[in-house]
């Protein structure tokens, strides 16, 4: 698939659905049986809404995230992001829609240890070959406020710091999608407030289509629509703002 | 008790879980190829001694001008040994108006101990083998003392005052000794008969030799209970000793299949290290929940040290089983190029194997195991909490012990682990540090390069400290497998030089002055290619510097030995081949009345440059300045001299040549004219010798060819052992470049270039180390002459990044074909 072609097909959509989930279901084989995680998924996000999964352990909030993302396979069914069918590409194909229009917050934070705070926010700009990463990344780690902790490798950081690395990581593609899996899970709560607002503020700066996965009703709350799950089945889609 | 069932449960489930596998296999590896390689070199070695003892017809021979005591023969025979006798000396044999200087030797009955006779009753008739001696009253002569004195079989010849029959002809004698100067035609008869011939009187020149055998053990006692009462003019041989040529294959043999499991106990511990720092860090996680829980910092050790026991235990005992039966396999592949009568294999063997196995584990598993005690049970909390790194003295301090311990072992020799471990030591800091700038001064290049180039790259400079010490981990893989190729090929060259296909297997002595170019040009007739002759000249030394020699060197030395005797003495214009000039230099002008001496005599008699040395030829001195010092190859076929006189020197004194030269075994005609138009010269077969001496080099050939097939394949395994257990983080980073958006190509490449750069900088790290082991084993070790090996340089970088290149694109290959999701679950 050519990269024009990708292109060509988002701007098509693009007063669309940003993400359309037609019937997914995952399941999984156990020796006690086939395990299903999400039946008949439908669902459409669009262009510039912000959604929160909301559910109890186990429902399958994070795999439906996953599976939107692009970084694990569904048993049956589609997902689209920006107009392109993700189930049917391979795995370039996805890791190419990745780079080009989702960024990235994990519950872990994921940075990856052997490298500096500022080589950790540049590595997608280097992957989508943007000329001059270095000051681009630098840019947002000062809009985040760790200007002065470039240099610093991920275990010299708090935990906050750390989250706060992975926003700047995230945005720093200005990505049309971003997933955020339980990004204030391993975080205190003044930390965790913090963290939310800055998510928010850039989310706003980037108008970018926000999903997150989360337990925090609070934070649930400052999305437009809430999607609940229950034993992998939506039962309720309502949105929290009129 | 409860320590012990939880480790057992966790050791099941990380079994069942395949956490284990490569930790196991590493073991496996490195206890199951020092178990073949132990037992297998242990038989052959074993094999090769009793082969090399039958070339002295026993096992402990101890050579007397008297009758043996009777106390020994009692201490052999309560040791178990067997025992047996032969008497030497030359007598004259009379047929008719004929008379023949012969050697007669008399034997007791068992001899030889080691070995076996072969007779014929006629030339026609096929030779037998025999373990039997003659019987009461009859002899076993030479063929050629049949010829002179017109004999047959059946006949009577009177040795000293009795008559015997000859009932058998005497084609072999294992222990027919290389004196080619004294050779004699063979009269061989029963011990209880020699008394009657009357030939042994007080004073008589007899050489009497006792032969033992039996098993080690017993051998060693009774050497060690004999040497102190030996008398000056008694001696022990064994085979290092009384067979140089035999003896240094046979060293060297051994030496190198020590050298073999060293290596590959240092391939192995390197991989086990790796894969036990893998198998720790995948259980900082649980080991955290431990301490949460409740335990102890000395209760995590203890489940994990158990753990470690348990494994090491299986593996050394299932890697023993397979060592067993991969020797016997290959014993039973190698059957037709194997001796028939194989020793046993040993339980020494089995033992050494199985502490190796778990020697091997202490050394190199124990550190990052230790690390599991230092886990916070705060990394519940905070994942990325890592245990303080074990000590460095800890870790390499550990390694280093072991591998001394194992020198110690095969080497026993101070000086030579001196060498190897200091050596060793230096090249691997030097390395070190430069692998560390190199990778530090690469990050330089990074802006300039492509993006795939710059992530393989900037994996290995970012953590510069970890892709150093696992390049040196390759690196000392890599050093270890080619050195044990390089000795290998030098060794089986030597070997092959030492005894070429057409080695001379004839000598052809006593050649008198004025019919050695007669006897050339009968030898260029008959088509053979005769070595040069040599002039000899027999005589003594008799004093160094004007003072007699018997004052400056004990007699049972060697010096001693070479002073109670005639020497063969010899002139000549270039330095032979195989000598070499270790002091002073060879003379530049013909002028008579220089010497030069050979090393080993120099040293034991205390002989230096200048010294003016007296020689006794007959009733005649003269005096010659030694001028210079010769090193001389012993385990060579050729003639070899210890005193070699300027030309002119030795003019004016009787002389008689020596020549050698090769006859085709189905050519045994011209042998025969020779003898007719030279009556006189005694002409000697070492055929026979030379098969003997061939099959024990071919031998050794093989096991030095299998233990490096065997060698070779472990360290492969373990180089992709290695890399298998240090891609976790690998695998972590590729998948977020995935989750990033990474390509698949960039990815591949970008894995390429990083293992492949990987290999290249062990390849070259590999190379240096080599380079300097190799000079300096073959200085220490071998007695090699080392030579610059221009291959290896090109060959082992190239090398490395294919064999590191492919495992580490092979072991990541299902990153880019998995969806991240599945991989980080993976992990």
């Not at chain 2, 069942?16 to 052959?44: K, M, N, Q």
């Not at chain 2, 039973?332 to 502490?355: F, I, K, M, N, T």
């Not at chain 2, 970890?466 to 893989?477: D, E, P």
């Not at chain 2, 001693?560 to 002091?583: C, H, Y």
């Amino acid at each position: 698939m050519s990269d024009a072609f990708v292109e060509e097909t988002a701007d098509e959509i693009i007063a669309g659905a940003m993400i359309r989930v037609e019937n997914l279901n995952k399941h999984v084989e156990t020796v006690q049986g086939r395990l299903d995680i999400l039946l008949s998924i439908q669902l459409a996000i669009q262009y510039g809404e912000t959604v929160a999964i909301v559910g109890a352990s186990g429902s399958g909030k994070s795999t439906l995230l996953s599976l939107m993302a692009g970084l694990d396979l569904p048993s049956e069914g589609s997902v689209a992001l920006a107009g392109i069918t993700i189930t049917d590409l391979d795995e370039d194909g996805r890791a190419n829609v990745r780079s080009r229009y989702v960024g990235f917050v994990f519950q872990s934070f994921q940075l990856l240890p052997a490298l500096t705070a500022h080589e950790n926010v540049m590595l997608p700009l280097e992957l989508a070959a943007v000329r001059q990463p270095r000051k681009a990344a630098q840019r947002l780690l000062e809009r985040v406020g760790l200007g002065a902790r470039l240099t610093h490798y991920p275990n010299q950081l708090s935990g906050g710091e750390q989250q706060r690395v992975a926003l700047a990581r995230a945005f720093v593609t200005t990505p049309k999608i971003l997933f955020a899996d339980e990004p204030t899970g391993n975080l205190d709560s003044v930390t965790g407030s913090q963290i939310i607002e800055l998510l928010f503020e850039l989310n706003h700066e980037h108008q970018t289509t926000l999903v997150l996965v989360t337990h925090d009703e609070a934070l649930a709350s400052r999305c437009g629509r809430r999607i609940r799950l229950e034993a992998g089945c939506i039962v309720d889609a309502s949105s929290t703002r009129t | 008790m409860k320590i012990i069932s939880l480790a057992l449960r966790l050791l099941m489930r990380d079994w069942r879980s395949g956490e284990l596998s490569i930790l196991a296999l590493a073991l496996l590896i490195a206890v199951a190829s020092t178990a073949t390689i132990s037992l297998f070199g242990d038989r052959l070695h074993r094999t090769m001694t009793l082969q090399a003892a039958e070339f002295l017809a026993g096992d402990l021979v101890v050579t007397s001008h008297s009758v043996l005591p009777e106390t020994w023969v009692k201490k052999a025979d309560q040791l178990g040994l067997r025992h047996a006798r032969t008497a030497g000396f030359g007598g004259v044999i009379f047929n008719r108006d004929e008379m023949l200087l012969a050697g007669i030797k008399a034997v007791s009955s068992g001899y030889p101990l080691r070995g076996y006779l072969k007779t014929t009753t006629t030339d026609e008739t096929e030779e037998v083998k025999t373990n039997d001696i003659p019987e009461r009253d009859t002899v076993w002569v030479d063929k050629r003392l049949l010829s002179s004195l017109d004999l047959s079989v059946g006949d009577e010849i009177e040795v000293g005052e009795k008559w015997f029959r000859i009932t058998r002809v005497l084609t072999f004698e294992p222990d027919r000794k290389g004196n080619f100067y004294s050779l004699s035609p063979r009269v061989m008869l029963n011990d209880m008969d020699l008394a009657a011939t009357g030939m042994i009187q007080p004073g008589s020149h007899v050489h009497y030799y006792f032969l033992f055998a039996g098993n080690e053990l017993a051998l060693a006692r009774f050497k060690k209970w004999l040497k102190p009462q030996l008398n000056p003019s008694q001696r022990i041989m064994d085979v290092h000793e009384d067979r140089p040529e035999l003896g240094t294959a046979l060293s060297r043999a051994e030496r190198y299949l020590g050298l073999t499991s060293i290596i590959v106990i240092v391939i192995a511990g390197v991989a086990i290290a790796m894969a036990t720092r893998r198998y720790s860090e995948r259980h900082y996680d649980m080991t955290a929940m431990l301490r949460c829980l409740g335990a102890g910092q000395t209760d995590i050790l203890w489940l994990y040290c158990l753990q470690l026991a348990m494994v090491g235990l299986c593996a050394s005992l299932v890697g023993c089983l397979i060592g067993w039966f991969a020797q016997e396999g290959l014993i039973h592949l190698l059957e037709d190029l194997l001796p028939h009568r194989l020793a046993r294999p040993g339980w020494g063997a089995v033992w050494l194997s199985l502490s190796t196995g778990l020697v091997t584990l202490i050394g190199f598993a124990l550190p990052p195991v230790l690390r599991q005690k230092q886990v916070s049970p705060l990394r519940v909390l905070r994942r990325d909490l890592k245990p303080l790194p074990p000590s460095s003295w800890l870790v390499y301090g550990l390694a280093f012990s072991v591998i001394t311990a194992m020198l110690w072992r095969y080497t026993n020799d101070v000086e030579l682990m001196g060498y190897i471990i200091g050596g060793g030591l230096t090249a691997m800091v030097l390395l070190y540090v430069l692998t560390l700038q190199l990778l530090k001064q690469s990050r330089r290049l990074l802006p300039v390069l492509s993006l795939s180039w710059r992530f393989g790259l900037q994996n290995l400079s970012r953590q510069s400290k970890s892709s150093t010490a696992q390049i040196l981990a390759f690196g000392i893989t890599m050093t270890a497998m080619i050195v044990i190729i390089l000795v290998r090929g030098d060794l089986i060259e030597t070997w092959q030089a030492q005894l070429p296909e057409r080695a001379p297997n004839h000598f052809a002595l006593n050649i008198f002055q004025d019919e050695w170019q007669a006897f050339a040009k009968q030898l260029q007739n008959e088509q053979l290619k005769a070595s040069a002759f040599y002039p000899i000249v027999r005589g003594r030394l008799v004093a160094v510097n004007g003072a007699d020699v018997h004052t400056v060197v004990k007699e049972d030395s060697q010096g001693g030995r070479a002073i109670s005797r005639d020497l063969s003495l010899t002139f000549a214009e270039t330095v032979p081949v195989e000598n070499k000039i270790v002091q002073g230099h060879w003379w530049q002008d013909q002028k008579p009345g220089q010497v030069s001496v050979e090393a080993t005599l120099a040293k034991s008699l205390h002989i230096a440059l200048g010294d003016r040395l007296t020689f006794s030829v007959g009733s005649q001195r003269f005096d010659a300045a030694v001028v210079s010092i010769r090193s001389v190859r012993w385990d060579t076929m050729n003639p070899n001299f210890y005193m070699i006189f300027s030309a002119g020197t030795l003019d004016g004194y009787a002389r008689t040549y020596l020549t050698s030269f090769y006859l085709p075994a189905d050519d045994k005609s011209a042998l025969k004219r020779l003898l007719k138009t030279f009556p006189h010269v005694t002409i000697l077969e070492v055929e026979l010798i030379l098969n003997q001496f061939r099959t024990i080099l071919r031998q050794v050939t093989l096991a030095v060819e299998f233990v490096l097939v065997f060698a070779l394949a472990a360290g492969l395994t373990v180089l992709f052992a290695a890399v298998y257990t240090s891609i976790d983080e690998r695998i972590y980073e590729a998948v977020m470049l995935r989750t990033f958006g990474a390509s698949r190509k960039l990815l591949r490449s970008s894995q390429l270039i990083e293992y492949m750069t990987l290999g290249l900088l062990a390849g070259v790290l590999a190379a240096v180390a080599a380079e300097m082991i190799t000079w300096t084993l073959y200085r220490q070790l071998f007695d090699l002459s080392y030579r610059f090996n221009g291959w290896i340089w090109l060959m082992t970088p190239l090398a490395g990044m294919v064999i590191i290149g492919l495992s580490g694109f092979w072991s990541t290959r299902h990153v880019v074909n998995k969806s991240p999701m599945t991989v980080l679950r993976e992990l």
